[in-house]
């Protein structure tokens, strides 16, 4: 099994000046390690530049993304004591929960603050609750698009008028797909749109080859 290494996440000063973090670390039960590093044998300090001992905090590679929303979500807390302003606070408790069920619409910050509202008033949301939100709206975003039907029909057009363009409407309505906020890639449009897209494209092939074909025809009957 792989090792977990110890890689550097800060330095500092003194160890007095790295306890407010440790504390945080040792609440989740995140593993660390606090190193002495005498400056003088270290290139790369970045640390006062008179003091001649500093402390490295050291913590499991795998743990850095953990760490770091640990700090962001502290940040949402400390930034939200003198932030009773913001507009989220006149949402009620279902337009917070809306919120909680689109996090891609909206700041990451509205986010986690509107999460921590909720909290405050007594409704605590579970992780279980938000992974179930976010199946729920991937399951939404996933369906096909509705209501399409006028690109369908501009497609076909096109086809027979401008053909690089039909083209392009085929392709969009046959290969066109959109991103998920989990990184998956769907289909835009449904299976019947998907094919009227496919058809128009291979009209567009067909007329591009015809009109290619006339032109060389006229070309060797002129020369």
């Known amino acids: 099994m792989k090792m977990d290494n110890f890689v550097e996440f800060k330095r500092f000063t003194s160890t007095d000046q790295s306890q407010s973090l440790v504390v945080e670390l040792?609440?989740?039960?995140?593993?660390?390690?606090?190193k002495n590093v005498d400056k003088g044998d270290d290139l790369m300090s970045t640390v006062d530049d008179n003091v001649s001992t500093q402390v490295q905090l050291m913590v499991k590679e795998s743990d850095l993304d953990r760490i770091s929303r640990l700090l962001e979500d502290n940040d949402i807390s400390?930034?939200?004591?003198d932030n009773q302003e913001h507009f989220l606070y006149s949402f009620t408790n279902e337009e917070l929960h809306e919120v909680l069920k689109s996090p891609e619409t909206w700041h990451h910050y509205d986010y986690k603050l509107a999460r921590k509202i909720l909290r405050d008033r007594g409704e605590e949301v579970s992780d279980d609750q938000l992974s179930l939100y976010k199946q729920e709206r991937i399951k939404e975003?996933?369906?096909p698009e509705k209501g399409q039907n006028i690109w369908v029909v501009a497609g076909y057009v096109f086809s027979f008028i401008v053909w690089p363009v039909g083209m392009i409407f085929g392709w969009a309505?046959?290969?066109g797909k959109k991103l998920l906020p989990n990184g998956d890639r769907v289909y835009v449009y449904n299976e019947k749109q998907r094919h009227h897209g496919k058809v128009i494209f291979v009209i567009g092939i067909f007329i591009a080859l015809f009109l290619a074909y006339v032109r060389f025809i006229l070309t060797f009957k002129f020369l």
Not at 26 to 34: A, H, N, S
Not at 78 to 81: A, C, F, G, K, P
């Open 26 to 34: 040792e609440k989740v039960g995140i593993e660390y390690q606090l």
């Open 173 to 175: 309505l046959w290969r």
């Open 141 to 143: 975003l996933s369906q």
């Open 78 to 81: 400390n930034r939200t004591d």
